[in-house]
Nanobody, 113 residues
Framework: VQLVESGGGLVQPGGSLRLSCAASGFTFSIYTMSWYRQAPGKEREWVAT????????NYADSVKGRFTISRDNAKKTVSLQMNSLKPEDTAVYYC???????WGKGTQVFVSS
């Protein structure tokens, strides 16, 4: 199993970023996928989840209405569109095969003016 995140970077408050996670080594389309994040000095926290078919999505209250999770089963990718970013969104973002111990290495997001 391999999960490779990309798309992080530096963005100003109010800006947008789109993160992607490329998956391989398992039957991607049948697994629920999630995004988590870990800010400096804090524990890793759940951000969003999408089921295998892509029809069920759930979000942490802190990102609801600003972030959108999606997936492309043909391309074996899961994405996180992040809008209206705030400094408190600064973190390393990870994708995860939900219910497993498989994590990506993460991509860094900095929100700062």
């Amino acid at each position: 199993v391999q999960l490779v995140e990309s798309g992080g970077g530096l963005v100003q408050p109010g800006g947008s970023l789109r993160l992607s996670c490329a998956a391989s080594g398992f039957t991607f389309s049948i697994y629920t996928m999630s995004w988590y994040r870990q800010a400096p000095g804090k524990e890793r926290e759940w951000v969003a989840t999408i089921n295998g078919a892509g029809g069920t999505k759930n979000y942490a209250d802190s990102v609801k209405g600003r972030f959108t999770i999606s997936r492309d089963n043909a391309k074996k990718t899961v994405s996180l569109q992040m809008n209206s970013l705030k400094p408190e969104d600064t973190a390393v973002y990870y994708c995860k095969v939900q219910g497993s111990s498989y994590w990506g290495k993460g991509t860094q997001v900095f929100v700062s003016s």
